[in-house]
């Protein structure tokens, strides 16, 4: 009896502890999700305006500052930093709080930090539409901004820093290992390419190298680890089983640390750097299909048997169809940086159809699975539809498998008919006019599903949800998992989440 009753103690403290750990970081994370979500439409809305532009140059036309060269990088940038990194951060906060089991003692500033991240966000996006914008890809904001994101970032996650340092000893989980390793390389590859394009005064060429470099590193060295944190939380979570394989989770982790930071430079194959250079870059993104097998078998092997909670559970659903995105990425990869590839890719759309593949395929998929986990338990409401969820699931998947094919494929047709010295660059343009099309009518699908999303988000955030007493995710569904779950059992907390 005396057993029973500790047992049910600690079960209700576990609780109570995970409630005003939800509670502190109530309004940040909301906040950083909700305006995330909004940037995200923001971001779909300038993709589709760029992509219309791509094969009817007469649309907008009279529209000085929406033409096709600020367009396309305000698109790029707003959804990079705008959603991506929000969403990013408000999963990192909230990840580290339940992991370390610590309560947020300074919301308000980390929420004061993330309204200095929107300012800048909203600064960059209108310097980019007014004609200030520094040309250097994913980095096109002006150049003013990059120190008041990386003093906004430093206040959002020194927080988590400490919830780490001061959480039990002996207890570091597979998910903390992703989370950590993206919040110190973050810092580290956003600070070093500004220096060196914006502050040191290098050669251009070597500027353009580090450039390449920042966008993969920001992909593979931030985005990824993020995801595969989330993915490595919640496959046990939900399901209530341990990680499949320990060893396993360790060779993924090493193997995205060791390979992830040299890829990038292919993008300047043939220019005027050192041959080695940029066939290392094709090198490590050819095997980043390693890490993306490792965890792929990992996630899809802890998931086994539960098959009808991954067809029930919108987390589960969302964040399966990130880990096949990652393995594809993986694939395509591999089949884009050979050598007779990198001569059709480096002029055409392959390598936005890869980017795309990354960031929302990817990383924005496993996100979403975590937001639709998160959101019931910081708001203690119930999502109102389980409809609205579905079609933002459709829409997004059918959108992004258009985009990327038709970027990928219509890249490899266009990059082809730019090498046949004996056309006219008239055909090259011509072979890629009816994937271009596609693209336009997949980002209108996916700006749909993105609305359903946001309108969802904005009500939960208003707390407009049915009222529960627990954390389920749809009235009546519990997907496997109890109220409490493997986290509030201590001695299954080190099985189920390491």
Not at 21 to 30: F, N, T
Not at 344 to 355: D, I, P, R, V
């Given at each position: 009896?005396?057993?029973?009753?500790?047992?049910?103690?600690?079960?209700?403290?576990?609780?109570?502890?995970?409630?005003?750990?939800?509670?502190?970081?109530?309004?940040?994370?909301?906040?950083?999700f909700?305006?995330?979500?909004?940037?995200?439409?923001?971001?779909?809305?300038?993709?589709?305006i760029?992509?219309?532009q791509?094969?009817?140059?007469?649309?907008?036309?009279?529209?000085?500052?929406?033409?096709y060269?600020?367009?396309?990088?305000?698109?790029?940038?707003?959804?990079?930093?705008?959603?991506?990194?929000?969403?990013?951060?408000?999963?990192?906060?909230?990840?580290m709080?339940?992991?370390?089991?610590?309560?947020?003692?300074?919301?308000?500033?980390?929420?004061?930090?993330?309204?200095i991240?929107n300012?800048?966000?909203?600064?960059?996006?209108?310097?980019?539409?007014?004609?200030?914008?520094?040309?250097?890809?994913?980095?096109?904001?002006?150049?003013?901004?990059?120190?008041?994101?990386?003093?906004?970032?430093?206040?959002?996650?020194?927080?988590?820093?400490?919830?780490?340092?001061?959480?039990?000893?002996?207890?570091?989980?597979?998910?903390?290992?992703?989370?950590?390793?993206?919040?110190?390389?973050?810092?580290?590859v956003?600070?070093?390419a500004?220096?060196?394009?914006?502050?040191?005064?290098?050669?251009?060429?070597?500027?353009?190298?580090?450039?390449?470099w920042?966008?993969?590193?920001?992909?593979?060295?931030?985005?990824?680890?993020?995801a595969?944190?989330?993915?490595?939380?919640?496959?046990?979570?939900?399901?209530g089983?341990?990680?499949?394989?320990?060893?396993?989770?360790?060779?993924?982790?090493?193997?995205?640390?060791?390979?992830?930071?040299?890829?990038?430079m292919?993008?300047?194959?043939?220019?005027?750097?050192?041959?080695f250079?940029p066939?290392?870059?094709?090198?490590?993104?050819?095997?980043?299909?390693?890490?993306?097998?490792?965890?792929?078998?990992?996630?899809?092997?802890?998931?086994?048997?539960?098959?009808?909670?991954?067809v029930?559970?919108?987390?589960?659903?969302?964040?399966?169809?990130g880990?096949?995105?990652?393995?594809i990425?993986?694939?395509?990869?591999?089949?884009?940086?050979?050598?007779?590839?990198?001569?059709?890719?480096?002029?055409?759309?392959?390598?936005?159809?890869?980017?795309?593949?990354?960031?929302?395929?990817?990383?924005?998929?496993?996100?979403?699975?975590?937001?639709?986990?998160?959101?019931?338990?910081?708001?203690?409401?119930?999502?109102?539809?389980?409809?609205?969820?579905?079609?933002?699931?459709?829409?997004?998947?059918?959108?992004?498998?258009?985009?990327?094919?038709?970027?990928i494929?219509?890249?490899?047709?266009?990059?082809?008919?730019?090498?046949?010295?004996?056309?006219?660059?008239?055909?090259?343009?011509?072979?890629?006019?009816?994937?271009?099309?596609?693209?336009?009518?997949?980002?209108?699908f996916?700006?749909?599903?993105?609305?359903?999303?946001?309108?969802?988000?904005?009500?939960?955030?208003?707390?407009?949800?049915?009222?529960?007493?627990?954390?389920?995710l749809?009235?009546?569904?519990h997907?496997?998992?109890s109220?409490?779950?493997?986290?509030?059992?201590?001695?299954?907390?080190?099985?189920?989440?390491?």
């Amino acid at each position: 009896m005396g057993s029973d009753s500790d047992s049910q103690t600690k079960l209700h403290d576990d609780m109570e502890l995970r409630a005003r750990i939800d509670r502190s970081l109530r309004h940040p994370v909301m906040f950083f999700f909700a305006s995330g979500a909004a940037w995200l439409a923001v971001a779909l809305i300038l993709g589709f305006i760029s992509s219309y532009q791509s094969h009817d140059t007469r649309f907008l036309s009279g529209v000085g500052f929406l033409n096709y060269g600020r367009v396309y990088p305000a698109h790029l940038n707003v959804l990079i930093y705008g959603w991506g990194c929000q969403a990013a951060f408000g999963l990192i906060v909230w990840l580290m709080a339940r992991l370390s089991r610590k309560e947020c003692t300074c919301p308000g500033v980390i929420l004061t930090a993330g309204h200095i991240w929107n300012f800048g966000v909203l600064a960059g996006m209108l310097g980019i539409l007014w004609g200030y914008g520094s040309g250097k890809p994913w980095m096109e904001f002006p150049s003013a901004i990059w120190p008041l994101f990386l003093v906004s970032y430093f206040f959002i996650t020194v927080w988590s820093f400490i919830q780490f340092r001061c959480s039990e000893p002996g207890k570091t989980y597979v998910a903390q290992w992703y989370l950590l390793a993206a919040l110190f390389w973050f810092p580290w590859v956003y600070l070093t390419a500004h220096l060196f394009v914006f502050v040191f005064n290098g050669h251009p060429v070597m500027a353009a190298g580090v450039n390449a470099w920042f966008k993969y590193a920001l992909i593979f060295l931030f985005f990824t680890p993020v995801a595969l944190g989330t993915s490595y939380y919640l496959a046990p979570k939900v399901t209530g089983r341990p990680v499949y394989s320990y060893p396993l989770a360790l060779f993924g982790f090493w193997a995205l640390a060791i390979i992830g930071p040299w890829a990038g430079m292919q993008k300047l194959a043939g220019g005027p750097l050192p041959q080695f250079m940029p066939y290392v870059g094709a090198a490590a993104t050819v095997l980043i299909l390693i890490p993306a097998l490792a965890v792929g078998v990992n996630i899809l092997m802890t998931l086994r048997g539960h098959e009808s909670q991954v067809v029930a559970s919108p987390s589960l659903r969302f964040t399966i169809a990130g880990i096949a995105s990652f393995l594809i990425l993986g694939l395509v990869g591999m089949g884009l940086n050979t050598p007779a590839a990198l001569k059709m890719t480096q002029f055409s759309l392959t390598g936005y159809g890869f980017e795309i593949l990354a960031i929302y395929g990817f990383f924005s998929m496993c996100a979403f699975g975590g937001i639709y986990f998160i959101v019931p338990r910081v708001t203690r409401r119930e999502w109102l539809s389980r409809r609205f969820i579905g079609w933002h699931f459709w829409l997004t998947i059918y959108g992004i498998a258009t985009v990327v094919v038709c970027s990928i494929m219509g890249g490899l047709f266009h990059g082809a008919a730019q090498e046949a010295y004996n056309s006219a660059w008239q055909d090259a343009a011509k072979i890629s006019y009816a994937y271009t099309v596609g693209t336009t009518v997949a980002w209108g699908f996916i700006l749909f599903g993105s609305l359903f999303f946001l309108l969802h988000l904005l009500l939960m955030w208003a707390r407009l949800g049915r009222r529960s007493q627990h954390p389920t995710l749809l009235q009546g569904e519990h997907h496997g998992e109890s109220p409490h779950g493997p986290e509030d059992d201590l001695d299954k907390l080190h099985t189920a989440e390491a």
